[in-house]
């Protein structure tokens, strides 16, 4: 078991340290270097080096006046069993301590702050009891690689022509980050349709600003897809062994899809449960890491745009999509674990 250095014997090595005329910095540098790279700042070597050349040697903690700092952590649960949102200012003055207090227990307590997780809906029993009923449906299906290998799916995206990067950025002290306008959800765009497998992408197209995609639209786009299919896996059509995973969108459900599909000889639909992005491989993968890639790219024009989506394309190899298509499996298993809720990714 790794053993943790006690505040006291820090105080002792920067004692010695001193008295062997050693800088703050080397002092701190030289203590992280036995003890481990977070075990003293620079800041703390400075504190203590100032009260040794006062002829200050108590090493420990100076009495403090002001609030007390003594706090009870049932006291503390109980605060944020109430309000789960309270900020350490809140806490602090509610249960009469000081914020460093409050760090110092919730740090005990093992708790962090973060933001709720954002579901893409919320859900009805009724829902969630519909994605464990097909997911349970789907878990039993053989799940080797010739089951993934038969699988197309596909799904769509806007993409904007003005990408805006608001990653953090490193900044001198006291110097503010560049300013980065919203993503204007209104801006210029162009709808992204694509079908992809094991593989790679099998086709994708682009649909300008404006342009419905309605049921017709997203037939004549399964023709091209089939097309393609046969000409890229004959075996898979010819053995009617193609399964196309789409998401409940109207244009895929619609009446005259429906009878589309009953058309192309080959090809079956794999069950998809409803409000359920997590389990679509374009939106937990294809997508998510597109986003990343067109961060602070603009376009001027539609043909740029179709350059960078294949671009994007292109720099995933097969084995990246075989991943994301397997991947499927942990993610129905999780559906049918928690109940039909969404799970944390």
């Known amino acids: 078991m790794d053993y943790e250095i006690t505040k006291l014997e820090i105080r002792v090595l920067l004692r010695h340290?001193?008295?062997?005329?050693?800088?703050?910095?080397?002092?701190?540098?030289?203590i992280c270097k036995v003890e481990g790279t977070q075990t003293v700042g620079k800041s703390t070597a400075i504190d203590w080096f100032k009260r040794f050349n006062k002829g200050n040697f108590d090493l420990n903690d100076s009495p403090r006046s002001g609030r007390p700092t003594k706090l009870d952590n049932d006291d503390l649960q109980a605060e944020l069993d109430m309000k789960p949102s309270s900020s350490t200012r809140d806490l602090a003055f509610k249960l009469g301590v000081g914020k460093s207090t409050i760090h110092w227990h919730l740090k005990q307590l093992d708790f962090v702050h973060k933001k709720p997780r954002?579901?893409?809906?919320e859900l009805t029993k009724a829902q969630a009891d519909k994605r464990v009923q097909i997911c349970r449906q789907l878990l039993q299906n053989p799940r080797d690689d010739r089951f993934w290998k038969r699988i197309v799916t596909s799904d769509e995206k806007w993409v904007y022509l003005v990408n805006h990067n608001r990653d953090k950025r490193w900044v001198p002290p006291g110097q503010a980050t560049p300013s980065v306008p919203k993503q204007d959800r209104f801006g210029l765009k162009i709808?992204?349709?694509?079908?992809?497998n094991?593989?790679?992408?099998?086709h994708f197209e682009l649909v300008q600003n404006g342009q419905a995609i309605n049921a017709?639209?997203?037939c004549q786009q399964l023709d091209r897809v089939y097309e393609k299919l046969k000409e890229k896996y004959p075996a898979l059509i010819n053995r009617k062994r193609a399964l196309l995973q789409q998401d409940n969108?109207?244009?895929h459900t619609a009446k005259k899809t429906t009878g589309r599909f009953q058309e192309l000889d080959g090809v079956e639909i794999l069950p998809h449960p409803a409000y359920s992005p997590d389990c679509a491989p374009s939106d937990y993968?294809?997508?998510?890491s597109m986003q990343h890639f067109l961060k602070g790219r603009r376009f001027e024009a539609f043909d740029e745009v179709e350059q960078a989506c294949q671009e994007f394309f292109n720099s995933k190899q097969p084995e990246w999509y075989f991943d994301q298509i397997r991947k499927l499996a942990d993610r129905w298993q999780k559906v049918v674990e928690n109940d039909g809720l969404y799970f944390e990714d």
């Open 198 to 202: 094991f593989e790679g992408v099998v």
């Open 216 to 218: 017709e639209l997203y």
């Open 249 to 251: 969108a109207k244009p």
């Open 191 to 196: 709808m992204l349709c694509v079908w992809w």
């Open 118 to 121: 954002q579901d893409p809906h």
């Open 17 to 30: 340290y001193w008295k062997k005329g050693l800088t703050t910095r080397d002092a701190a540098k030289a």
């Open 285 to 288: 993968g294809l997508f998510r």
